[in-house]
T-cell receptor, first 114, second 114 residues
Framework: DTGVSQDPRHKITKRGQNVTFRCDPI?????LYWYRQTLGQGPEFLTY????????KSRLLSDRFSAERPKGSFSTLEIQRTEQGDSAMYLC????????????FGNGTRLTVT | DQQVKQNSPSLSVQEGRISILNCDYT??????FLWYKKYPAEGPTFLIS?????DKNEDGRFTVFLNKSAKHLSLHIVPSQPGDSAVYFC?????????????FGQGTTLQVKP
């Protein structure tokens, strides 16, 4: 169990640029989640996949955000035309299917939009 | 609309004493509750959970209590240790089969003094 891996750890970008984050879940986990955390708040759900299917998206996920999990393994989260309000910690988590399976979080990607 | 609230931003206790962290929720559809611990620069780590069919769950030094009528849960840590110093998030979900889509509270920072 190597844990959930996220890359990069930090990203600084200028407003209007596109950014992409990668998440590698725990290998036997078929569910993968993206959350966003801002200062002083708890993580907020963005979207989740079961295998390669994206099953739910939060209304927080505007049209500028897109997530993929092409082969049911790693996932990418892309933000187009970044805005200063996108600055946050983006957390990826994975779990097994089934009741009571807790989420295992990665260490996150901290995005700063200048 | 904050459905899960942790009204105490911070708590300080002496090593060896009990730490009690509180959490309130408003949505009666929540039926599964979890506590996560977060150290700086790391993702949240699962600590303990409880289903709404129970009112107590214990794991070593950690006990979670659920009062459904009051829509309140608490985490007790006994005895507290300096390594327990972290941010603690409570989280809730609807449906034990959907425990990955979590609603988090804002977090409580626990400091355990040696």
């Amino acid at each position: 169990d190597t844990g959930v891996s996220q890359d990069p750890r930090h990203k600084i970008t200028k407003r209007g640029q596109n950014v992409t984050f990668r998440c590698d879940p725990i290998s036997e986990h078929n569910r993968l989640y993206w959350y966003r955390q801002t200062l002083g708040q708890g993580p907020e759900f963005l979207t989740y996949f079961q295998n390669e299917a994206q099953l739910e998206k939060s209304r927080l996920l505007s049209d500028r955000f897109s997530a993929e999990r092409p082969k049911g393994s790693f996932s990418t989260l892309e933000i187009q035309r970044t805005e200063q309000g996108d600055s946050a910690m983006y957390l990826c988590a994975s779990s097994k299917t089934g009741g009571g399976s807790p989420l295992h979080f990665g260490n996150g990607t901290r995005l700063t939009v200048t | 609309d904050q459905q899960v609230k942790q009204n105490s931003p911070s708590l300080s206790v002496q090593e060896g004493r009990i730490s009690i962290l509180n959490c309130d929720y408003t949505n009666s559809m929540f039926d599964y509750f979890l506590w996560y611990k977060k150290y700086p620069a790391e993702g949240p780590t699962f600590l303990i959970s409880i289903s709404s069919i129970k009112d107590k769950n214990e794991d070593g030094r950690f006990t979670v209590f659920l009062n459904k009528s009051a829509k309140h849960l608490s985490l007790h840590i006994v005895p507290s240790q300096p390594g327990d110093s972290a941010v603690y998030f409570c989280a809730a979900s609807k449906g034990s089969s959907n425990t990955g889509k979590l609603i988090f509270g804002q977090g409580t920072t626990l400091q355990v003094k040696p």
